[in-house]
């Protein structure tokens, strides 16, 4: 069964830090470009972060604006984790983070709620 199972999410400061895991099941991250996803009350699902599959020079790491500089997406295949440390974090980041696949989605998780209080 294909499942994303997300965590590590919290009530925390701003200028505070979380670190998010994602554990893949049912499928080999390796073979996949993942990506981290926010949603806030009222409007959709935005990819924030991705990372392209192993092997690329420069690590095929992507940010929205909105994180660059602030958040750092990795993987470790070995244990089909996908992680998102999130640094001096802001009000603004609140909301429920997922994981997913962005070229081949699949259901999404129960998400990680991230709260940043002012």
């Known amino acids: 069964q294909v499942q994303l199972v997300e965590s590590g999410g919290g009530l925390v400061q701003s200028g505070g830090s979380l670190r998010l895991s994602c554990v893949a099941s ?8 993942m990506g981290w996803y926010r949603q806030v009350p009222g409007k959709g699902r935005e990819l924030i972060a991705s990372i392209d599959r192993p092997g690329r020079p420069d690590g095929g ?20 984790t996908l992680f998102l440390q999130m640094n001096r974090l802001k009000p603004d980041d609140t909301g ?15 998400g990680t709620q991230v709260t940043v209080s002012s």
Do not use: E, L, M
Not at 26 to 33: E, N
């Open 26 to 33: 049912g499928f080999t991250s390796v073979s996949y470009t």
């Open 61 to 80: 790491a992507h940010y929205a604006d909105s994180v660059k500089r602030r958040f750092t997406i990795s993987r470790d295949d070995d244990k089909n």
């Open 96 to 110: 429920v983070y997922y994981c997913n696949r962005p070229n081949s989605f699949i259901g999404w998780g129960q």
